[in-house]
């Protein structure tokens, strides 16, 4: 019995050192575990220009301007308190629209704009029909496509 | 001491063979009812479209390749604790299993990443972190495999799925920790889930599928390993006689 609890003493220390070590390790990489930055992150910190970044947040409703040439897009990513314009040239998924969750990535140049070269599209973690929604609309019970950014 | 009577393996074979054929029918019914509500009878999403039903298959998969490594790590805790043979012969079962519902998680969030994300694969906590898994999965048959004496291997395999648990909760709540491409959770929510209970229901039976079939084949498994050591042991035994 006595072996027994000492294998079952040196298994659970060695589990709480190795969470303790798991979890200074992923503090101390908090920074590079996020896949992007919001507009009020990229604000509070200048960026080097022309240094590649992705940036996440809402397409700002009504700021979505297609260029002359048809594949170029322009754009403004919005946390609701911070914004910043974007460019983009190339075909962009299919849930792309205004109000919806984007991550773009590029470079900002000199004028502030980020010029990106990939952009894609985050959905939430609502699941219903389109009956539904169309209800919860007429009812004044939505919400909006993204509450959180 | 009943639980050492109930871990023997000779009685194993023998109730295990009761459950084996309720667990594989059951599998086949609930997995044939969840694939056609999902695919066929449930709505479509208002935003994705039929697209969401990549979901019926992928959420269940990944949710099985949680479950499964949880229990080969609970299983390695019992065998090098309490030396139980059957414990790690249940590991043993269970990672083939569990790497197959990961790869299966990966592909299918793959093909639901490209058309609605716009990217087939992206390196953000939760993808990465079930790379590792499938990773920790294939490092430990790996390991388990890579002695002559299979209890070498068995207790070093055992010792690398204690040590890659830390990753489960990692992948459990990288959505929440860090800004993932991934969205967070949908079904085990505090605030309740956030999925209508028209796509809930046939999620949640494809689930109970997957976990039926599960138990099936980890029996089959776990009744051919058995048997492999039994003629081990046999052999041993002629050999030295």
Redesign the interface.
Same mark, same amino acid.
């Given at each position: 019995m006595k072996r027994k609890h000492r294998r079952l003493g040196f298994l659970m220390v060695g589990a709480v050192l190795l969470a303790g070590a798991a979890a200074l390790v992923l503090s101390a990489f908090e920074e590079n575990l996020l896949f992007f930055f919001t507009p009020t992150q990229l604000a509070a910190e200048s960026q080097p220009e022309g240094r590649r970044l992705r940036l996440g947040g809402l397409v700002e409703e009504g700021s979505v301007v297609k260029q002359t040439d048809g594949l170029t897009v322009t754009f403004v990513v919005t946390d609701l308190t911070e914004t910043v314009p974007v460019t983009y040239t190339g075909v962009l998924p299919d849930l792309f629209r205004e109000g919806q969750g984007v991550v773009v990535e590029g470079a900002l140049g000199a004028d502030g704009m980020l010029r990106a070269s990939e952009v894609l599209a985050k959905h939430d973690e609502t699941y219903m029909p389109k009956e539904v929604k169309e209800a919860l609309e007429a009812s004044g019970e939505w919400r909006g496509e993204e509450a959180t950014p | 001491m009943s639980w050492h009577l109930l871990a023997s393996p000779a009685r194993f074979m023998r109730y295990s063979e009761r459950i084996r054929p309720w667990a594989s029918a059951l599998a086949l019914g609930a997995i044939a009812i969840g694939l056609y509500q999902g695919l066929f009878a449930s709505?479509?999403?208002?935003?994705?479209g039929d697209t969401?039903r990549i =979901?019926y298959v992928h959420v269940p998969s990944a949710w099985m390749a949680l479950f499964c490594y949880t229990a080969m790590a609970v299983s390695s805790?019992g065998y !090098?604790? #309490?030396k139980q043979p059957l414990a790690e012969i249940a590991a043993r079962a269970t990672a083939p299993i569990g790497a197959c519902f990961t790869a299966l998680a990966l592909a299918t969030g793959s093909l639901w990443g490209k058309? =609605? #994300?716009? $990217?087939w694969w992206?390196w953000?906590?939760r993808l990465t972190s079930v790379l590792v898994l499938l990773f920790l999965y294939l490092g430990y048959m790996a390991l388990a495999d890579a002695f002559d004496d299979p209890v070498k291997g068995g207790k070093a395999a055992s010792i690398l799925a !204690?040590?890659g648990f830390?990753n489960v909760p990692?992948v459990k709540f990288s959505v929440d #920790? #860090?800004? $993932? !491409?991934h969205?967070?959770?949908?079904v085990a929510r505090m605030d309740g889930p956030?999925?209508?209970p028209? =796509?809930l229901a046939p999620l949640l039976i494809m689930a109970a599928g997957f976990t039926l079939y599960y138990v099936a084949l980890v029996i089959v498994r776990m009744q051919a390993l058995v048997l492999e050591r039994r003629v081990r042991a046999l052999q041993q035994v002629a050999a030295g006689a």
């Open positions: - | 709505p479509a999403d208002y935003q994705q969401v =979901m805790a !090098l604790v #309490w058309p =609605m #994300w716009g $990217t992206v953000d906590a !204690l040590v830390v990692i #920790w #860090w800004n $993932t !491409l969205q967070p959770v949908s956030t999925i209508d028209a =796509m």
